[in-house]
């Protein structure tokens, strides 16, 4: 088989078949300028690659562990200024921040130059002992099983668990309440805290636990708490349930 030059803009393919005879096709071949700035038109159905100016696809940083987690609402770590443009992106109304710092003075710039409003519940980050999970574990089911740990009270009494029970509590509200969406949740890693309250909402979903427990692993990784996992099996959601939902799961 052999390529015949015919024109500048297609050749020709002489093959022989097995009876000595032969065949030509004519092959159209893209010729390309390369001393012009033009790109070649785009072939038929060929969808065209959404435009972005230079430097842009660079500056589209996602906050750490970001995540949709629902029809307008999203959780991350906490975000910082190389992250402002793609929060932009998202169109947000609210954040809400779980920790219990004073918010930096550029992310409340932000806030207020993009109209989006800061709802804080600081719930103070807490980190067990290595090896006091266990005994996190045993003391909840000891006292679980007695029916002293109440986790309807306005906060958890178990010592090792700084997970309020109210800030969740009035979390959700806020995270319910369709006006406030677009929301992004976020705590300082968005493992734990953001973990506690996702899982806590996807109860009201009507999720499994095994299913709540496998997304908050998947975020929390190696560091995932028995004592979270505790506390979100524990959560009681009978207040909400006369509360409006429009989640895409609700129902299920």
């Given at each position: ?7 500048m803009?297609k050749?020709?393919k002489e ?6 005879s ?9 010729k390309v ?30 906050p750490l562990n970001?995540?949709?987690?629902d029809n307008?609402?999203?959780r991350?770590?906490?975000p ?14 609210s954040?809400?921040s779980?920790?219990p ?9 932000f806030l ?5 409003k ?8 807490s ?32 010592p ?21 969406h677009?929301?992004?949740i ?5 493992k734990?805290?953001t ?7 996807r ?7 095994t299913s709540?427990f ?17 506390f979100m ?5 009978s ?14």
């Amino acid at each position: 088989m052999k390529l015949i030059e015919k024109t500048m803009n297609k050749s020709i393919k002489e093959e022989e078949k097995d009876d000595g005879s032969k065949i030509f096709q004519t092959i159209e071949v893209a010729k390309v300028d390369h001393r012009s700035n033009v790109s070649p038109p785009p072939s038929a159905g060929t969808t065209p690659l959404l435009e972005v100016s230079t430097g842009d696809e660079f500056s589209l940083l996602p906050p750490l562990n970001f995540a949709m987690v629902d029809n307008g609402i999203f959780r991350s770590g906490f975000p910082d200024s190389t992250n402002f443009s793609f929060l932009k992106t998202l169109g947000l109304r609210s954040i809400i921040s779980l920790c219990p710092e004073a918010y930096p003075e550029n992310n409340m710039q932000f806030l207020k130059s993009n109209g989006i409003k800061l709802f804080q519940f600081g719930i103070k980050g807490s980190k067990c002992l290595p090896g006091l999970e266990n005994e996190v574990w045993l003391h909840l089911r000891k006292h679980q099983k007695e029916g002293s740990y109440t986790n309807g009270n306005s906060k958890t009494t178990e010592p090792f668990v700084n997970i309020s029970d109210y800030k969740i509590r009035e979390a959700l509200k806020v995270l319910l309440d369709e006006k406030n969406h677009p929301l992004l949740i976020h705590c300082n890693r968005g493992k734990h805290r953001t973990g506690c309250l996702v899982g806590c909402m996807r109860k009201l979903q009507k999720w499994c636990l095994t299913s709540i427990f496998d997304e908050y692993k998947r975020f929390a990784a190696a560091k995932a708490r028995i004592s979270d996992q505790m506390f979100m099996e524990l959560f009681d959601v009978s207040s909400f349930k006369n509360t409006p939902m429009s989640f895409s799961c609700s129902s299920s």
